[in-house]
């Protein structure tokens, strides 16, 4: 995989920034939760609401959170949100995860 380009922008925008983002997929989710029934029995899904990259979503079935760890950002926002403590959150194998073209 190839790493995007850096936007010809003068003044780029947080999208424009978040674009140039790349991740190396490693396969295997470095987050996920300690007990299924903990999400359940949640009623404010505060991992879903901080997650500014939509890697947490709420499919509306009243099930566990869906985990789309591929588009992590790797801010860590869901485990400190988590009223219960219940994210698992690892740090990416070496050489995998988030890299960032601006820092």
């Not at 999208?15 to 299924?36: A, I, P, Q, W």
């Not at 901080?50 to 499919?59: K, L, Q, S, T, Y």
Request: hydrophobic residues 25%.
């Amino acid at each position: 995989m190839s790493t995007p380009k850096t936007p010809d922008v003068e003044t780029p925008s947080i999208e424009d920034r978040l674009y140039t983002n790349k991740y190396t997929d490693h396969e295997e989710s470095h987050l996920g939760v300690f007990e299924e029934q903990t999400c359940l029995d949640c009623e404010t899904y505060d991992c879903v609401s901080v997650c500014p990259a939509n890697v947490w979503r709420d499919e509306g079935d009243g099930d566990v959170p869906f985990i789309a760890y591929e588009n992590c950002l790797e801010c860590g926002s869901c485990r400190w949100a988590c009223p219960y403590d219940n994210v698992i959150w690892e740090n990416p194998p070496n050489g995998t995860g988030m890299t960032y073209r601006y820092g």
